[in-house]
């Protein structure tokens, strides 16, 4: 396990459809991240774990959102009803630490 | 959590080293500095943290004043594959807090041949 890995890479849809996102987390981190990344800005946060609790949601994490992390290892974020400002990059980065996060490459999201 | 200003973008030549500062006025006495490189595609790479005085590994140096309300980021001798966007962050501690992290629009480097 080299890393944070994160599928699809890539993802197209259209408006409405609902789309859902894996992250698969350095094993021996107990904490996962949900960023979101538009062109020219910085990654936002969405949301964080903590084993399998979700211990942290920002308002960015509208009710379409929902991220699940089953038995504290890998997880999914769904977003229902896409809408065309949910492209982004959706990225993932899991830690021991809050202050060093190892970052996955990202799902980019395009919906049309 | 303290607000960060650095330059939007920052254009180099290849063997010269890059000072890249960021500025945060309003940082806490608990916070942390931390630097983050990110290239395109990809996400965020952790680069460095200190808390005062200076840091360095075998990356890049951390240069951090007394009144600790700004920070340099330097890269020595940098070379094309250093051409990246850098984030500043203020307001973490290495403590076992859940606070996620709060990225600016970062610093883009270009690094010319």
């Known amino acids: 396990d080299t890393g944070v890995s994160q599928d699809p890479r890539h993802k197209i849809t259209k408006r409405g459809q609902n789309v859902t996102f894996r992250c698969d987390p350095i094993?021996?981190?107990?904490?996962l991240y949900w960023y979101r990344q538009t062109l020219g800005q910085g990654p936002e946060f969405l949301t964080y774990f903590q084993n399998e609790a979700q211990l942290e949601k920002s308002r960015l994490l509208s009710d379409r959102f929902s991220a699940e992390r089953p038995k504290g290892s890998f997880s999914t974020l769904e977003i229902q009803r896409t809408e065309q400002g949910d492209s982004a990059m959706y990225l993932c980065?899991?830690?021991?630490?809050?202050?060093?996060?190892?970052f996955g490459p990202g799902t980019r999201l395009t919906v049309l | 959590l303290a607000k960060t200003t650095q330059p939007i973008s920052m254009d180099s030549y290849e063997g010269q080293e890059v000072n890249i500062t960021c500025s945060h006025n309003?940082?806490?006495?608990?916070?942390?500095i931390t630097w983050y490189q990110q290239f395109p595609s990809q996400g965020p790479r952790f680069i460095i943290q200190g808390y005062k005085t200076k840091v360095t590994n075998e990356v890049a140096s951390l240069f951090i004043p007394a009144d600790r309300k700004s920070s340099t980021l330097s890269l020595p001798r940098v070379s094309l594959s250093d051409t990246a966007v850098y984030y500043c962050l203020v307001g973490l501690s290495m403590d076992t807090g859940r606070r996620a992290l709060t990225f600016g629009s970062g610093t883009r480097l270009q690094v010319q041949p």
């Open positions: 309003n940082i806490a006495t608990n916070d942390y």
């Open positions: 980065a899991s830690s021991r630490q809050v202050n060093e996060q190892f």
């Open positions: 094993s021996e981190h107990n904490r």
